[in-house]
């Protein structure tokens, strides 16, 4: 089992004891229960107060940490996956794209010569390092609540400027690209992203005119890559 | 301890709203896990924290 399915199987399983839990947790009177009356639970031996108002702390706050912490993990984890780019529609183009094997924007030949092997849009589009990682995230929130409260128009834009980081990562003191002349006399501009690897590189995504819904490319990039 | 009713139901609906994201990682139902669910847990567990310092307050144990 991949740990996917695992987190998964997890997910439900609380989520499923949490609900059992609160659906009694809110029809128990605690004021009437009895200090005196005792209930066994596996070897031991508690008062009906005392077993409701544990079932109470681990309805209202235990399991729900539980489920939080899951489900977040099931964020952190499956928001690195390209399907999960794939399932916002203001991304298919990108994503059709990327997939397309006659494409030759930068995206395509990545994934096409498998440069990337997994997490193609994640690899390219988080900073390297822990605090990068966070900020990638806390932009994927911003994503999250403008795409379900639908304040986005089309075609989507990069905020801000590319940060050469996300391909010196790999690229940087590689042999091929050490040796290119402009590469060594360019490092300090490539270094604090002031000229874009895209310049010289080509166009990473469909351009804006393509991607405009409505143009004739549009349409096109809309369809599935089988 | 009074009753943790209206805590109960925003937990359930929370654990329910975390559920279907646990099965189907759509975006709106990440939308509902991150900007409903995760708040309805807060609040279910302001309420239960609350009720138990009241009680605690009341029995003067505290």
């Known amino acids: 089992m991949d740990t996917a399915t695992l987190v998964r199987v997890l997910g439900t399983v609380i989520c499923l004891v949490g609900i059992v839990l609160c659906w009694h947790i809110g029809r128990t009177r605690f004021d009437g229960l009895s200090s005196e009356k005792l209930l066994s639970v596996a070897n031991a031996h508690l008062s009906q107060s005392s077993f409701w108002k544990l079932s109470a702390f681990a309805g209202i706050v235990l399991v729900p940490l539980a489920a939080v912490g899951i489900a977040n993990y099931h964020t952190f984890e499956g928001v690195q996956e390209v399907a999960a780019c794939a399932r916002c529609h203001v991304m298919r183009p990108m994503i059709n794209d990327l997939r397309n094997p006659e494409s030759n924007t930068l995206a395509a030949r990545h994934y096409k010569n498998h440069w990337i092997v997994q997490n193609q849009c994640y690899d390219c589009h988080s900073d390297y390092g822990l605090a990068g990682n966070m900020e990638a995230k806390m932009e994927g929130f911003r994503h999250l609540a403008r795409y379900t409260t639908r304040t986005y128009s089309e075609p989507i834009e990069l905020r801000g400027r590319f940060n050469n980081d996300n391909c010196l990562k790999c690229h940087q003191d590689m042999p091929k690209f050490e040796v290119v002349k402009s590469h060594q006399s360019m490092k300090a501009l490539l270094a604090d992203s002031s000229t874009s690897c895209l310049n010289c590189h080509g166009q990473a995504h469909p351009t804006r005119a393509e991607r405009t819904p409505g143009s004739a490319d549009y349409a096109k990039l809309m369809e599935v890559v089988k | ?62």
Not at chain 2, 39 to 57: E, I, T
């Open chain 2, 1 to 62: 301890m009074s009753e943790l009713r209206w805590e109960a139901w925003a937990a359930i609906v929370a654990f329910i709203l975390t559920l279907g994201y646990t099965l189907n990682p759509l975006p709106y139902l990440m939308g509902a896990f991150t900007f409903i669910a995760q708040p309805l847990f807060a609040v279910a567990m302001l309420g239960y924290a609350q009720k138990v310092f009241r009680d605690l307050k009341r029995r003067k144990v505290i």
